[in-house]
């Protein structure tokens, strides 16, 4: 059996951690769109829609290569099916260094509309027992990021929001506001669409950020800039995008 250095196993530790936060709204992703920002798909209804990622990792010198798979559109992440994965044998069995699970997750816009990028070739590959969509390949550093960081995200997408849904939007210190576009139950299994309205009272905000709960009276797109994505998690790992228009 190989052995690695501490140095090794200390980046493994890391993997989880960058790939939750880099990969936020992954199965929904879009390329670099031309000049004239030609539509290529809109997906929908996708509000509360359940989703789960497994993601396949090796490492190439100090980068983590990374293929992505989802359910989204294939199945709802049967949690038994979910709960009984081994991911050391689905690492095994796919020659990569690491597998790991990301979810369940919890769509919170009701449509979304990716530019750019390839067609997916959708619930195509059959992983543990769960048919999923490769939506991704990833090159990305090692490093550390931790909750309310901002992380950039390379990809085009519009994210629409109903007229009468109710939004959960972080403000922070600089006056940038993120609306939450999923909630996840990596780490509360319980946590549920009723309690994200009171659920600023939980998490550890940094100092002058604020959280809360709006119900939005126009239908409201949150578009990325320049073909990238601002992004930020909080502790739950629940997942937000930065809104360069309409703060609230």
């Not at 027992?129 to 490093?143: F, H, I, Y």
Request: hydrophobic share 35%; net charge negative.
């Amino acid at each position: 059996m190989t052995r690695y250095s501490p140095f090794f196993y200390e980046k493994v530790m890391m993997m989880q951690e960058i790939i939750s936060i880099v990969l936020l709204g992954i199965s929904i992703q879009g390329g670099d769109p031309k000049e004239e920002d030609v539509i290529k798909e809109t997906t929908g209804p996708l509000y509360n829609m359940r989703y789960c990622e497994i993601l396949l990792a090796d490492f190439k010198g100090v980068k983590l290569e990374v293929d992505v798979y989802s359910t989204m559109r294939c199945n709802n992440c049967s949690q038994e099916t979910w709960d009984a994965i081994d991911l050391d044998k689905l690492a095994d069995s796919n020659d990569v260094f690491k597998a790991i699970a990301n979810g369940p997750r919890y769509m919170l816009m009701d449509r979304a509309t990716k530019l750019g990028g390839e067609s997916l070739e959708f619930c195509a590959a059959n992983l543990a027992g769960l048919e999923m969509t490769k939506v991704a390949s990833l090159s990305m550093p090692l490093r550390r990021k931790k909750a309310y960081e901002r992380v950039e995200v390379k990809r085009s997408t519009i994210f629409h929001f109903e007229a009468g849904r109710t939004v959960q939007i972080l403000k922070s210190s600089e006056g940038d506001c993120y609306i939450m576009q999923s909630y996840s139950q990596i780490v509360d299994k319980d946590l549920g669409l009723d309690d994200l309205e009171t659920l600023g009272d939980r998490l550890d905000l940094p100092k002058g950020w604020s959280y809360q709960s709006i119900k939005i009276s126009d239908d409201l797109d949150v578009a990325t800039t320049d073909g990238l994505a601002v992004v930020v998690q909080d502790e739950l790992k629940n997942t937000y995008q930065k809104m360069d228009k309409n703060c609230f």
